[in-house]
């Protein structure tokens, strides 16, 4: 069984940076694709962006391209989200995501076989 712990989020000003991390328990964790999602209210679950098994490959969301930053550490099992230059509809909870499937985009959510619980990230103008 997997389990994915994320932390870092919070409220902030408009302009500000968080740096979100995601811990992940087993031991293959560097054998997979791990991503961010985010979830506002009302709305439906988003990709935010991805990182390969390697951390050699990333994808972003046209709206954080240029303005967030993934990242791994496989020896720590843990993946990051920098988040710069913050704007008020970049509030939602933050989720991370293993991909354990390769069939469809890797912005489905059915991608995903695995999630953390969600850390609130809030931006106030």
């Known amino acids: 069984q997997v389990q994915l712990v994320e932390s870092g989020g919070g409220l902030v000003q408009a302009g500000a940076s968080l740096r979100l991390s995601c811990a992940a328990s087993?031991?293959?964790?560097?054998?997979?694709?791990m991503a961010w999602f985010r979830q506002a209210p009302g709305k439906e679950r988003e990709f935010v962006a991805i990182?390969?098994?390697?951390?050699?490959?990333?994808v972003y969301a046209d709206s954080v391209k240029g303005r967030f930053t993934i990242s791994r550490d496989n020896a720590k099992n843990t993946v990051y989200l920098q988040m710069n230059r913050l704007k008020p509809e970049d509030t939602a909870v933050y989720y991370c995501a293993r991909r354990g499937r390769y069939t469809r985009a890797y912005s489905r959510t059915d991608e995903y076989d695995y999630w953390g619980q969600g850390t609130q990230v809030t931006v106030s103008s």
């Open positions: 990182i390969s098994a390697s951390g050699g490959n990333t």
């Open positions: 087993g031991r293959t964790f560097s054998s997979y694709a």
